[in-house]
């Protein structure tokens, strides 16, 4: 009650007792350091003008990051480490500067700071190696954001790299924050993101007696059936060895986008097994074989053959009759009939087959399609169009071959292509029918013959081919010998005159 009175009858005497308090507190002597004595508000102003400096160190940092560096041009990498350099030395600078105002001398704890500075290195190994490591992977410029990295089973889009980690985000969505030595220490494959294309490596094993030829046509075609493979690089068959219990093969495919690898494994597996089971071929496991000394006491009884069923490779062998095999139909044609398997596996890989529809067209007049076409199965027909008539050419049937004029001369298709029934063609792109000539002569002497019949497909380019320089009237007198001499000059090849 008595104070309560006091405060009522003179407050302001309280008021200005309080701040002599609080004065008298704040500036009475803690402790001593060097020649300066540490008061409470000696204190409350260097830690307000640390966090203003560490305010400003950090401003100066993003501007000098995402405006003024940004506007020289400077890559991200190098922005990143001038932004923090410089904007740690500004931090260091005025944090010194800070302390020298405020009267503390830092001469006179050189010892002391210099042991702290070997007891905070020791224990802060691991923070300075990832400092280090932030730095050298930021200068380099060798892993950027936004690249597509794999290291040690772990891949992923890099989000962010600072100084003591990088941020990865996984294909399942998650992050993952990497220290910096981690990526410095061990291998690390980039898929850049400007080009995602990659190559993905299908071991395949397959039973002895499996025809190698026969495994490399499957698989290829498998390959084809996958929409997510490119077709230039073409997909490649290796024949990697003999194993213990196996012939063992590999598949290479290159995709668009690599980062998708996984779901396009999953899909050729289905359609790899799906199409060694429709041509019979097995995929082995460990087998023993059994010798038996006394077969007759577990022979049969009777002799009857009506009893015997047919095994199931008798069956699946009838059933694939209907569906003959790419070697087999190459071997129909007179140009590859007396191939060995080795050369036709060679042709196998060099092209893709196609299946059309009734009236399905493959390439219409006037657009480029840059394959060397090989009927199989079916006919094709050869349609010239213009603004009053629509007139058909040829029909291609099966052993016949188009698309060698577009593919020598680099034009469009002089004639719509369209199918009468279904057909099955076998394409070659450029670079392997220039390779498929090469091992096969008498193929390009067969090309000029079959070219040379052609007449009105010749006719239809005569004028355009003036123009360019490629021929003059007395060549389509001998259109043979043109044709020969213009597979010389394009690729390479020596043909002899008939």
């Known amino acids: 009650m ?58 100066l940092k993003r501007f000098l990051k995402n405006f003024l560096l940004l506007k020289l041009k400077i890559n991200e990498g190098n922005r990143e480490v001038i932004s923090l350099l410089v904007g740690l030395g500004v931090g260091i600078l005025g944090f010194i500067l800070v302390l020298k105002a405020m009267g503390i001398q830092l001469a006179s704890f050189a010892v002391i700071i210099g042991g702290l500075g070997v007891g905070i290195g020791f224990g802060l190994q691991e923070l300075t190696k990832n400092l280090v490591s932030g730095l050298t992977i930021l200068g380099e ?17 890099i989000r962010e790299i600072s100084i003591r980690s990088t941020v990865i985000q996984t294909f399942r969505g998650s992050d993952l924050v990497v220290p910096n030595t981690e990526l410095t220490s061990v291998t690390v494959e980039n898929w850049n993101y400007d080009n995602c294309q990659g190559r993905i490596e299908i071991p395949i094993t397959v039973a002895y007696e499996s025809d190698p030829v026969m495994v ?11 929409k997510n493979v490119l077709r230039n690089p073409p997909p490649k068959v290796m ?14 495919i290159w995709v668009e986008k690599i980062y998708q690898r996984l779901s396009i494994l999953s899909s050729l597996n289905f359609i790899i097994q799906y199409n060694f089971q429709q041509r019979g071929i ?26 015997r069923e047919e095994s199931p490779e008798t069956i699946q062998l009838a059933s694939r009759t209907n569906n003959p095999t790419l070697k087999q139909l190459l071997k129909e044609l007179p140009y590859f009939a007396n191939t060995n398997d080795l050369d036709l596996r060679q042709v196998i890989e060099m092209g893709e087959r196609k299946h059309l529809n009734t009236g399905e067209i493959l390439v219409k ?28 050419l040829f029909v291609f049937e099966s052993g016949d071959y188009f698309g ?12 719509t292509m369209r199918t009468t029934e279904p057909s099955l063609l076998f394409l070659i792109p450029p670079e392997c029918f220039h390779e498929l000539l090469h091992q096969y ?16 497909v010749l006719n239809c380019h005569k004028q355009k081919l003036k123009e360019l320089g490629l021929c003059n009237d007395n060549d389509f007198n001998h259109p043979i010998i043109w044709i020969r001499q213009r597979l010389s000059q394009i690729f390479g090849l020596i043909q002899s005159e008939s």
């Open 2 to 59: 008595p104070i309560l009175l006091l405060i009522l009858i003179n407050p302001e005497k309280i008021l200005s007792g309080s701040i002599e308090l609080l004065h008298r507190s704040t500036t009475m002597p803690l402790f001593t350091l060097g020649q300066e004595s540490i008061t409470l508000l000696w204190l409350i102003q260097v830690f307000g003008l640390l966090i203003i400096v560490t305010l400003l160190a950090r401003s």
């Open 141 to 157: 410029g060798k892993l950027k954001v936004g690249d597509l990295i794999e290291f040690n089973n772990k891949a992923g889009y």
């Open 216 to 226: 490399t046509e499957t698989l290829l075609e498998s390959a084809f059936m996958e």
């Open 239 to 252: 024949f990697k060895g003999f194993g213990e219990h196996a012939l063992e093969f590999e598949l290479w």
């Open 282 to 307: 097995e995929i082995p496991f460990p087998r023993r074989d059994v010798w038996l000394r006394n077969t007759q006491a577990i022979a049969p009884e009777t002799n009857d053959l009506s009893i």
């Open 365 to 392: 007049q006037g657009e480029y399609f840059r394959f060397f076409c090989v009927v199989l199965r079916g006919n094709v027909d050869a349609i010239y169009e213009n603004d009053k008539i629509s007139n058909r």
């Open 404 to 415: 060698e004029l577009p593919l020598m001369l680099d034009i469009p298709y002089p004639t």
């Open 441 to 456: 002569p008498h193929l390009a002497d067969h090309v000029a013959e079959a070219l040379a019949e052609r007449q009105d």
